[in-house]
C-alpha cells in the first residue's frame, strides 16, 4: 500500500492555471503508475490523466488535452498535474490514485491508493 497527499488546490480564475502534486509515501513508487481524477458535485469520479511508471506514456481525458501536463519525479516520490487554461467547468475535488502495474490506465477499478482529495475551485 502507498499513502497518498495531494497539495497545490485552491481558488483561481477562469483561464489561469495551478499545479497539483502529490507526494508518495510507503512503498516504492517507482513500483507505480500514476493517475489524476476529479469529481463534481453530484457528479461520479471521472478520469483526467495518467501517466506509467517509466513516465514515458501518458493519457488524459479529451476534456483536459491540450491544457493539462501529467509528470513524475520518481527521485521525489511525487506525481503532478500542470493545469492551465482552467474553466469553470474543471471545478472538482482532484484526486492522486496509484495502481501497482507498469501501465496507464484511464479504469478507474484498477487504482488500487487513493489521496483524499484537493478541492480546485474556477471562477468565471
Known amino acids: 500500500q502507498v499513502q497518498l497527499v495531494e497539495s497545490g488546490g485552491g481558488l483561481v480564475q477562469a483561464g489561469g492555471s495551478l499545479r497539483l502534486s502529490c507526494a508518495a509515501s510507503g512503498r516504492t513508487f517507482s513500483s507505480y503508475a500514476m493517475g489524476w481524477f476529479h469529481q463534481a458535485p453530484g457528479k461520479e469520479r471521472e478520469f483526467v490523466a495518467a501517466?506509467?511508471?517509466?513516465?514515458?506514456?501518458?493519457l488524459y481525458a479529451d476534456s483536459v488535452k491540450g491544457r493539462f501536463t501529467i509528470s513524475r519525479d520518481n527521485a521525489k516520490n511525487t506525481v503532478y498535474l500542470q493545469m492551465n487554461s482552467l474553466k469553470p467547468e474543471d471545478t472538482a475535488v482532484y484526486y492522486c490514485?496509484?495502481?501497482?502495474?507498469?501501465?496507464?490506465?484511464?479504469?478507474?477499478?484498477?487504482?488500487?491508493?487513493w489521496g483524499q482529495g484537493i478541492q480546485v475551485t474556477v471562477s468565471s
Open positions: 501517466i506509467s511508471r517509466s513516465g514515458m506514456t501518458t
Open positions: 490514485a496509484a495502481r501497482n502495474g507498469v501501465a496507464a490506465v484511464v479504469n478507474r477499478a484498477s487504482y488500487d491508493d
